[in-house]
């Protein structure tokens, strides 16, 4: 009875893509389009990406894409960038001459990014360095993991009564001469999400309750949303460095400090 459904299932799906008459564009030799994988389940890919990585003939990937996704690129070169803090990784600029080299050598060439391009992707400065080379490159957008590991969670990016904007920060340089001003950000009042912050923690939370935030936040961090490795843990701001560590979490993680953070047990039918 299982196996008819899940080819029942399988025949549906079919027909709805044919319904829907997707049409996708061409990738053509010399080129290289720069997309993004989504947060982690494969179920998160667009089908602009799905069909790029299908006509592909080099791929170069980050760390944090899974294995399923990459696996679609049956007939593409690989090539592993890392990209994962505290791993070993390619160096940016290494990354930017190999898309450069692959597409003069008439390669169709895909640069694949966990999450999307443009959010915190680097993904600006590889298409600036493919525009000034006269590259010609797309952007095909992910979902976002700073949005969708949210849902995916049941924490509402936005809720009426609660916020009226949400702020993505990156938490990679906090502590440093080129950190961002989280005392501002604490002021807004709004909800902060923050990417590549679980190194810096305890100097976030810190630097977010000397800004004004209230001990009681809450706070919520999420390790490998939409995998099958998926953990939350939801604390508040005083206690959550601490919980974090004793609960060993560590990254791909996201930090969401704010009040939609409390909307996860409320929906759950917990509050």
């Known amino acids: 009875m299982n196996g008819s ?126 525009a000034r080379e006269g590259i010609p490159f797309r952007v095909l957008s992910g979902l976002t993991s700073g949005l969708s590991a949210l849902a995916a969670t049941g924490i509402p990016a936005t809720m009426r009564g609660i916020n009226k904007a949400v702020i993505l920060a990156t938490g990679h340089a906090a502590g440093t001469d080129d950190d961002i001003d989280w005392a501002a950000l604490a002021r807004t009042g709004q909800p902060i999400v923050v990417y590549m912050g679980m190194a810096n923690l305890p100097l976030i939370a810190a630097a977010l309750l000397e800004g004004g935030l209230a001990p009681s936040t809450p706070v919520a961090v999420i390790v490998s949303a939409t995998t099958p490795q998926e953990r939350i843990l939801v604390a508040t701001l005083t206690t959550i460095a601490e919980e974090a560590a004793a609960a060993g979490l560590a990254s791909p993680a996201l930090i969401v400090v704010g009040g939609i953070v409390a909307m996860r047990a409320a929906l759950a039918g917990e509050a």
Not at 41 to 68: H, I, K, N, R
């Open 5 to 130: 459904a899940n080819i029942n299932g399988r025949a549906n799906v079919e027909q709805a893509l044919a319904r829907l008459n997707f049409k996708p564009r061409e990738l053509e030799p010399g080129h290289v389009w720069l997309a993004g994988a989504g947060p982690g389940d494969p179920g998160s890919l667009t089908l602009e990406v799905l069909a790029a990585l299908g006509q592909c003939d080099a791929l170069v990937y980050d760390a944090l894409v899974s294995p399923d996704v990459v696996a679609v690129a049956q007939g593409a070169e690989l090539f592993y960038a890392g990209k994962r803090g505290g791993k070993p990784s390619m160096k940016q600029d290494d990354i930017t001459a190999l898309l450069v080299k692959l597409a003069r050598d008439g390669r169709r060439v895909v640069r694949l990014k966990g999450g999307d391009p443009y959010i915190f992707g680097r993904g600006g400065e590889e298409a600036l360095a493919l």
